[in-house]
């Protein structure tokens, strides 16, 4: 090995230690003159590098990465027919049909390419000259075939750099742009845009919304988590800080370049810095702030990004579900497979306790998959929905229908709370004197339920409530609507009664449960949907444990409409024939909803009735609810469940939720 790289470097060439395909010496990229003594001190000093490079400058190469075998064999017959005269062509192989071959150059050029879209679609493919800045590796062993680099006629590192062709700039330039044609025109190939461009043209005919100018301390927040030691992550993030500098011209981006390169004092300088930075902001690069969130992410994988910027998925947000292998996409709660995961997030670095890289025998960071990361540090053992607990519920497992302690173990929370934003109450005017006129007695009731459903989504109250009337189109659904929005739309179930007398209870999944048009039942009578109700609406104290492992999950509050217009003859259903769920919350002989009889069911406290012109409520999230173990006199609205002895009376809770195991 040593012998190979002393021959390289004999012979005018610039070799460098290479593992896999990454160079190892720390700014190899400025390395251009290695002594014979720091050449031979590799093979000890970087024993892991088992392959060799080139760095390129005087040294150009010709990299076809093309998978059609026809079209690189045209293209290197373009490249014979125009530089074989000029000196010998060498030709390496790494992974067939693709080929490189290198040139010298007086005048040392960055890095020239072309992205092409293969016929019938698959990958990008691409043809690039490299230059400056770039390595090529020339002996070894490639990373995908496990094949050893191959040259065609004779090895590099016998043929002095002044025997190859030469090539400048524009003659580079030029044959790219021959052999894209010669890919397009005969192979089918279709030119693809860079990033970049793509970006500018769309931003051009308007199709593209402009980015907000970024906060810079939120950028230096991000680039304090990335040491700035490796070569290239340093080129990204200039490359990314001249992208963000585009749309944010108030801020001195470069500044901040500087500020974040000196936080490496020992490979920092001033002068090259700056240097550098002018001849990026001179290229356009594909590098934007996404750059700096997958460089913080490498460095840090349990960081965030912050909530107002446009990346869709991080590890946070995914949950590893240990009952059948799927990952849990925590906005919507959907189960993922594992390819989704590796797909849209990247392979993941280690790091020990001390937060120091872990490297594998080759002195690279190890690397694993989102999946298997996930599957490690964020791995729940069940899954429920239960209303009122934590999106995960640490230390607690669900087993037919109860809680039950087990130390470590984590439970995924399948119920999403609403995201509505807290206004001013004082605005919920409108809806209040709607409430008054549709119900004017009963308004008072309705309320107070509606603010209990949006405040303790986790208690039952144990009765559901009838919202009838003669005629139709006098409101109901708009008095349902901000009670939709202030549970969550998710959380609003509507359902039919052959809905509800189905095999399916998905339903019960749910805080608020709306029944519309309870007229057309099919083969069921409306006793039999009553009789089917009332497990759902009612659950007896004493019974509740058992109604719970009967149903799977009971449902704590409910919202049941009937239109009495829709029963026979315009009457109520005989109070003989209702069911006693009901009976005790409907006056039979007015068919409508009795306050009094409400209120004593519902353990409501008496209070001066509000008028709609006079002191108001709040909104739904702002009526006061009397906290458990106060007592009538303390005033609001529900209070404990407690029998008073010799006081005759009973004050109602609503019961906590058993969640329900998913």
């Known amino acids: 090995m040593t012998r190979l790289r002393l021959d390289l470097l004999e012979r005018g060439y610039t070799p460098t230690p290479v593992a896999g395909k990454k160079a190892q010496l720390d700014g190899w990229q400025e390395k251009t003159s290695p002594t014979a003594d720091e050449v031979a001190a590799w093979e000890t000093d970087y024993s892991y590098c088992r392959n060799t490079g080139i760095v390129g400058g005087t040294v150009g190469v010709f990299d076809g990465d093309i998978l059609n075998a026809e079209a690189v064999q045209a293209i290197e017959a373009l490249a014979r027919e125009r530089f074989s005269s000029r000196g010998k062509t060498l030709v390496r192989t ?50 995908v075939t496990q094949q050893p680099y191959s040259w065609r006629d004779q090895p590099l590192w016998e043929v002095p750099r002044d025997d190859l062709p030469d090539v400048t700039e524009d003659e580079a330039r030029q044959f790219i742009d021959d052999a894209t044609k010669v890919l397009v025109e005969q192979f089918g190939y279709k030119i693809a845009l860079k990033y970049d461009e793509n970006k500018d043209q769309k931003r051009a005919e308007g199709d593209d919304e402009p980015r907000p100018p970024e906060d810079p301390e939120k950028i230096k927040a991000i680039l304090a988590m990335i040491p700035p030691v490796d070569y290239w992550v340093w080129i990204w993030t200039a490359m990314a800080l001249i992208t963000i500098e585009s749309y944010s011209p108030d801020e ?24 550098k930075w002018r001849d990026l902001e001179n290229h356009k690069y594909p590098r934007t702030i996404r750059t700096l969130f997958y ?55 280690l790091v020990d306790r001390d937060g120091n890289p872990i490297l594998d025998e080759d002195g690279q960071q190890v690397k694993v998959k989102a999946n298997a990361w996930l599957d490690v540090h964020r791995p729940v053992e069940q899954m429920t929905w239960a209303p009122a607990e934590p999106a995960v519920i640490r230390h607690r ?164 409409r009937r239109r009495r217009h829709h029963q026979p003859e315009g009457r109520p259903i005989s109070a003989r024939r209702r069911p006693q769920a009901l009976r005790r919350v409907v006056d039979p002989d007015q068919g409508r909803l009795r306050r009094e009889v409400l209120d004593q069911h519902l353990g409501l406290v008496p209070r001066r009735r509000v008028q709609p012109r006079g002191r108001l409520p709040h909104g739904l999230r702002h009526i006061r609810l009397r906290p458990q173990g106060a007592t009538a006199e303390d005033g609001g609205f529900l209070g404990d469940r407690r029998d008073q002895q010799g006081a005759g009376e009973h004050r109602f809770r609503g019961r906590d939720r058993g969640p329900r195991s998913g």
């Open 94 to 143: 790494g992974q067939p049909p693709k080929i490189a071959i290198p040139f010298k150059t007086a005048t040392p050029f960055r890095i020239i390419n072309r992205l092409l879209d293969p016929p019938g679609g698959g990958d990008r493919e691409q043809l690039e000259f490299r230059g400056l800045d770039n390595m090529t590796v020339v002996h070894g062993t490639h990373p």
């Open 252 to 275: 001195d981006w470069e500044e901040i370049f500087h500020w974040w390169s000196a936080r490496c004092p020992e490979k920092y300088d001033r002068a090259k810095a700056t240097a």
């Open 295 to 349: 460089f913080a992410m490498q460095f840090n994988p349990t960081w965030v990004p912050p909530r107002d910027t446009a990346v869709a998925v991080t590890l946070d947000d995914l949950r590893a579900n240990m009952e059948d292998h799927k990952y849990i996409y925590l906005p919507t709660r959907a189960p993922w497979p594992a390819a989704s995961v590796n797909a849209r997030i990247p392979p993941v670095a």
């Open 397 to 560: 497992l669900v087993a037919e229908g109860g809680w039950f302690t087990k130390a470590g173990a984590a439970c995924l929370n399948l119920y999403r709370p609403p995201t509505i934003k807290l206004g001013d109450p004082a605005k919920a005017q409108p809806w209040i004197d709607h409430a008054y006129k549709v119900y004017p007695n009963d308004a008072d009731h309705i309320i107070t339920w509606c603010a209990h459903r949006a405040q303790r989504p986790g208690e039952k109250v144990n009765h559901a409530i009838v919202l009838g009337s003669n005629d139709q189109g006098i409101g109901k659904d708009t008095l349902l609507e901000p009670v939709k929005r202030a549970v969550g739309h998710w959380n609003f179930i509507e359902v039919s009664p052959k809905q509800a007398m189905g095999r399916f209870n998905g339903f019960v999944k749910s805080v608020v449960l709306r029944m519309s048009e309870a007229r057309d039942l099919g083969e069921f009578d409306r006793f039999q949907l009553y009789e089917h109700m009332k497990n759902i609406i009612v659950v007896p104290p004493d019974d509740d444990q058992g109604r719970r492992e009967e149903l799977e999950g009971t449902l704590r509050h409910q919202l049941h």
